[in-house]
C-alpha cells in the first residue's frame, strides 16, 4: 500500500514520553510530512458497494482520527486504536449503553458531575439500577459487586481526589464477570493504566490533559477486546457523536507535550498544596501527594504521579470560597482542568454537584506557569478573606 497518510506504527519498547511524541506520524520518507494533514471531507470515492476496507462515508471514519487513535490507544497499552467521541460525555454515554437492560452498576458518589447526571437520568428511565459507594473504601465496593453487572470507576475523583484501589477492585470485577470501566481523565495514561489493571474500558475526556490547551472538547474509548471496539464502534458511527477532524489535530498536537506538561504542573501542584496546607486561612486540602492526604499511600503506591488537580476549603461557607475566586487575577475562575493554564472554580456552585461535596470548596486546575506568580495570586486571594 503506498498510501501518503500511512502511519508509522508506534514502537513497541518505546517509552510513553516518546510515544505521545514519534506515535502517529507518517512513515519517513523522502518529501514526507511530519504531521499527517487535516482531511475535511463528508464522503469518500467509493464503488457504490461497502467493499471490506472502503471509507465510504465520514461518520464511519476519518484519517484524521487514526493516529490519535493509534497514540491514546497505545499509552493505553492496548493494540487496538482507540475510539474519538465528540466531547468525554459522548464517549461516557457509548460506555454506559453497555450496561444491559435492567442491570445494575456500582459507581463511585462522588463521580464526575456529568456521569452522575446522565446515569441517573437512565436509572430514573428504568435503563438500570444505580449503586453508588465510597470508591476509596475497598471493602464497601467489593461488597457492591455482588450481582453487579458494571462496576465504574474514576480515580482520583473529580474534585473530591479519593484514589481507589484500583488492583485489587479490578481483579475482583473479573473474576466476578462485571464489566470494569475507569474513567481515567484524572490520571491520564501517563499516570496510570487500567487496561493493564483488568479495566474493559477506559474512558476519557480528551477536553482535559490529552488536548491540554482548553481549546477542545472531545472524548475517547480504549480497550483491548476486539469485540467491545466493534461494538462501541457501531454505536459511535449509528449515534453519530463523532470528533471534528480540526479537534482531533488539536488533541494529536496537544498531547505531543503532555509529558512535560504533566511534569511542571505536577512540581506546581505539589508546592502549591504544601503551602496551601500550611495557610491559616485554608481548613482542608486534599492533594494525593500530602503525605497527610486520606489518598497518598495508595497513590504512591499505584500512580506514576499525584496529578495537578488539588482542592482545598476556605472559611465555612460558599461565600467565602466565592470571594476567593472573585479574587484571582493570574488565575481564571473557570470550570474545566488539564490545561496550561491554572483554573479555578467554587464546585457546588454546580446545582449537578454531589450534595456530599462541601459548599467552600474550591477546585484548583494547576496550570505550568512560574510557581511563585501562582503562590502569589492564591495569597493575596486568601487575604481578602
Ligand atoms: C470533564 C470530565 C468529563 C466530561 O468530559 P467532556 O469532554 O466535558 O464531555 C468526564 N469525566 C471527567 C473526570 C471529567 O473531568
Redesign the pocket.
Known sequence: MTNPAESAAPVASWHPKTLIVAGGRPAHGLDAPVNHPVTFTSTYHSQGIAAAGEKVYARFSNPTWDPFEQVLGALERSELPALVFS??????AAALSLVPEGGTMVLPAH??N??LGLAKELETAGRFTLHPVDVADTEQVLGALQGADVLWL?SP??PMLEVAELPALLAAAKAQGVLGIV?N??ATPLLQRPLELGADLV??????YLSGHSDV???ALATRDETLHTKLHGYRTLHGAIASPMDVFLALRGVRTMAVRLERSQANSQLLAERLAAHPKVNVVRYPGLPQDPGHARASELMDGFGSVIAFEVGSAAQEADAVVAGFGLITAAT???GVETLAERRARHASEPATVPANLIRLSVGIEDVEDLWNDLSQALERI
Not at 466531547?87 to 461516557?92: K, L, R, V
Not at 474512558?203 to 482535559?208: A, C, E, G, Q
Open positions: 466531547s468525554g460525555m459522548a464517549a461516557i463521580s464526575y456529568g456521569t474514576e475523583t473529580n474513567d481523565t484524572f474512558v476519557h475526556s480528551v477536553t482535559k472538547i472531545m472524548g474545566s482542568l488539564g
